[in-house]
């Protein structure tokens, strides 16, 4: 893909009771509509943002800081729509 961007962001679970079934819901419907890959990174663990199980396994806790990698030709935008999907409670 000679178009493809690739973008990284961080984001603080805003969720007070971690990545739980809703907040990762969320999260994978954010990153379905984008046209990209996005990639998601939490205690050793890795995460295929569109899949509200793989997010779930991340098991991460309520504050936790998760990273977030899009490759793709709207990784920037995906990211914001992500970021906001993270830390909204």
């Known amino acids: 893909m000679a178009d493809a ?40 663990r890795t995460a295929d943002a569109t899949s509200v199980l793989e997010l779930l396994g991340l098991n991460a806790t309520g504050g936790a800081s998760v990273e977030f990698t899009a490759t793709g030709r709207d990784a920037l935008s995906c990211l914001e729509a992500i970021g906001r999907a993270v830390v909204e409670t």
């Open 5 to 44: 961007t690739t973008a990284t962001a961080t984001f603080a679970v805003g969720d007070r009771e971690g990545l739980h079934a809703r907040p990762c819901a969320r999260i994978a419907k954010a990153a379905q509509k984008c046209r990209c890959a996005v990639v998601a990174r939490f205690g050793g």
